[in-house]
């Protein structure tokens, strides 16, 4: 068998990738979907900025960072993230794991968030229309409110330290509004056992 050097050179088959980005051939709503992430993420980053605080704190730009991280792994699966009954629940899930894994790999996760906690107390406590009168109340409310359950807790977060309406914070949590006043008046009920306060618990919700 002889080599015909005159013979075009074999080449491996080109493979095309689709992206997001990518306007022609195998993905032709690229452009749309863009258009569709971005508009997503303008409607909820403040509220993911605003979470990640409460847990990781407000200094070095950790937040930022870690939302930063949020939103690239949502644009890799964001045509997932349309095929979801409620996308922002879905966002919001991968926004929990990625503070999960940053404070996982610090020396003192605990210490942080319970710092993180601290700085918003006072926003919280306004919202919730709670008056403490010394610092062992306060420190009793943040022990409390980090010792709920992690739904509970966050329902709190949402709604009295980021402002969120019942709606809003029902659809990151994909749960139905009523659901979610019903938890936060569990979690009232909680938090004002463990700091003996029942006023919190018989105030009218929100």
């Known amino acids: ?34 258009l569709t992430f971005e508009a997503f993420c303008r409607t909820h980053e403040r509220a993911w900025t605003g979470f990640a605080r409460t847990q990781v704190g407000a200094e070095h730009g950790t937040a930022a960072e870690l939302v930063q991280r949020m939103k690239e792994h949502l644009r890799a699966n964001w045509p997932l993230a349309l095929r979801q009954e409620i996308p922002a629940a879905y966002a919001w899930r991968l926004l929990k794991e990625h503070i999960a894994a940053w404070l996982a790999a610090q020396s003192q996760p605990a210490a942080l968030q319970t710092a993180a906690m601290d700085a918003v107390i006072g926003h919280f406590c306004r919202q919730a229309r709670l008056s403490l009168e010394n ?20 329902i709190m977060v949402l709604s009295y330290c980021l402002d969120l309406s019942d709606e809003e914070a029902a659809g990151f949590l994909g749960t139905p509004a009523a659901t979610l006043r019903s938890n936060r008046r569990h979690a009232r009920r909680r938090l004002a056992r463990a700091i003996g306060r029942p006023d919190l618990a018989e105030r009218e919700d929100r």
């Open 1 to 34: 068998m002889t080599n015909d050097r005159d013979a075009p050179a074999r080449t491996r088959p080109r493979i095309e990738r689709q992206t997001m980005n990518d306007n022609s051939g195998f993905a032709p709503d690229g452009a749309r979907l863009q």
């Open 135 to 154: 610092l062992p109340e306060q420190i009793g409310l943040l022990t409390a409110i980090l010792d709920l359950p992690e739904r509970q807790r966050d």
